[in-house]
């Protein structure tokens, strides 16, 4: 059965510090791989990993795919208070005609000041 | 530009009762998938329509249906609501079926 399995559920670290978010999947037919921050609403796109080895970056959060080991990293550096939220990865499946997102529990993470 | 629109916010059914859900993609984009969240638990995927036809769906029981029209809106259908099927629902587009989905605002549906 296909599922991805994010770690760890729930950190809480201080503002300045610099978190890493753990995303490992098992799934048939997979075509790419994405991030997502949810804070009280929709979640809100973040990244989409479809090859290994290239980072993608944005301001303080960079993300990395490593396809060998079937696995993904979402590094804060220098973490704000407004970045706590709950962190998602979710992996696109291509099954024949079936396609499907196989999400995450999700990492909450909590900013202190 | 409008992002995904969803509707109604908030909505309040009793057992047995059935729902009909909306979606309005962003402008240009022709799929729409539609997620189930539970509190405290990621989106499970219920289906994706892409140019009116379904093209995925997940393990949800017959009582879910939904439908895309030619202006690639869609609708989600739940018939005989049980508790547990208290959730918020998302619907997310995208302008192809693997291409990064965007998410509307949601429906919060309570089912007493």
């Known amino acids: 059965e296909d599922k991805v399995v994010q770690s760890p559920l729930s950190l809480v670290v201080h503002e300045g510090d610099t978190v890493t978010l753990n995303c490992s999947y098992e799934?048939?037919?997979?075509?790419?791989l994405l991030w997502y921050k949810q804070e009280k609403k929709a979640p809100t796109f973040l990244f989409m990993l479809?090859?290994s080895g290239i980072e993608k970056k944005s301001g303080r959060l960079s993300s990395i795919l490593d396809k060998k080991e079937l696995f993904s990293i979402l590094n804060i550096t220098a973490t704000q208070t407004g970045d706590s939220a709950i962190y998602l990865c979710?992996?696109?499946?291509?099954?024949?005609?079936?396609?499907?997102?196989?999400w995450g529990l999700g990492t909450s993470l909590a900013v202190n000041p | 530009d409008a992002g995904v629109t969803q509707s109604p916010t908030h909505l309040i059914k009793t057992r047995g009762q059935h729902v009909t859900l909306r979606c309005s993609p962003i402008?240009?984009?022709?799929?729409v998938s539609w997620y189930q969240q539970v509190l405290g638990q990621g989106p499970q995927f219920i289906f994706q329509?892409?140019?009116?036809?379904?093209?995925g769906r997940g393990n949800f029981p017959d009582r879910f249906s939904a439908r895309q029209f030619p202006n690639y809106s869609s609708e989600l259908n739940v018939n005989a609501l049980l508790l547990g099927d208290s959730a918020l629902y998302l619907c997310?587009?995208?302008?192809?079926?693997?291409?990064?989905?965007?998410f509307g605002p949601g429906t919060r549906l309570l089912v007493l």
């Open positions: 979710a992996v696109l499946s291509n099954a024949g005609n079936n396609r499907k997102l196989i």
């Open positions: 799934v048939t037919n997979f075509r790419s």
């Open positions: 479809t090859s």
């Open positions: 402008s240009g984009h022709k799929s």
């Open positions: 329509y892409y140019e009116k036809e379904e093209r």
């Open positions: 997310a587009s995208s302008w192809g079926t693997e291409e990064t989905q965007y």
